[in-house]
């Protein structure tokens, strides 16, 4: 199935992607620092986990609706891909290092922009990461070694979900 197919659903699509992939997200993290009265950039380590927790199981939720849905192979595969992302960054935070999800947030999809829109997408998504990337550490918020593992780690992983895994398993993503 095309990027387009399905297009009379595509604003249900995006409904479910903006909840699932943003909002949900974007709350807790108001709720954390707002109410709870914490640093917006989660600097205590312990703190991470409940916000991982809350990011993956609301991926994998997004993910199983648009399935359900029957959405076009992008949006399904992007939402696992954010599942699988978050869950690997959950680890590596907990057992090596902080890595910067801000970057990490623009290279694992900018795979996406490069199936869907070609190389100079993609490319563009690059360079927004690493603008975003330099500012955390010019912030003193992350090391270069640390936004670097961002890229490494969340390319790759994107580019096999969205390339290798429906090669493997052809029905994964699809309606």
């Keep these: 199935m095309s990027i387009a197919g399905g297009i009379e659903r595509t604003s249900l699509y995006l409904l479910f992607s903006?909840?699932?992939?943003?909002?949900?997200?974007?709350?807790s993290l108001l709720v954390y620092a707002r109410f709870l009265k914490r640093d917006p950039n989660v600097q205590d380590r312990e703190?991470?986990?409940?916000?991982?927790?809350?990011?993956?199981?609301?991926?994998?939720?997004?993910?199983?609706?648009?399935?359900?849905?029957?959405?076009?192979?992008?949006?399904?595969?992007?939402?696992?891909a954010y599942f699988a992302n978050t869950t690997l960054a959950a680890v590596i935070t907990?057992?090596?290092?902080?890595v910067s999800i801000h970057t990490w947030g623009i290279t694992g999809p900018?795979?996406?922009?490069l199936y869907s829109f070609g190389a100079f997408g993609f490319l563009l998504m690059l360079v927004a990461g690493a603008i975003v990337g330099g500012t955390r550490i010019g912030l003193g918020y992350h090391t270069w070694r640390q936004v670097a593992l961002s890229f490494v780690a969340s390319i790759p992983?994107?580019?096999?979900?969205?390339?290798?895994?429906?090669?493997?398993?052809?029905?994964?993503?699809?309606?």
């Design 94 to 98: 907990k057992y090596l290092t902080k």
């Design 18 to 27: 903006i909840v699932f992939a943003s909002l949900i997200e974007l709350g």
């Design 47 to 80: 703190d991470r986990p409940i916000l991982f927790a809350i990011a993956i199981f609301s991926y994998l939720i997004g993910f199983t609706l648009l399935r359900y849905v029957g959405a076009p192979f992008i949006f399904s595969a992007l939402m696992f």
């Design 110 to 113: 900018s795979v996406a922009i």
């Design 157 to 175: 992983l994107t580019w096999f979900i969205v390339y290798i895994v429906p090669a493997i398993t052809p029905t994964i993503f699809r309606a």
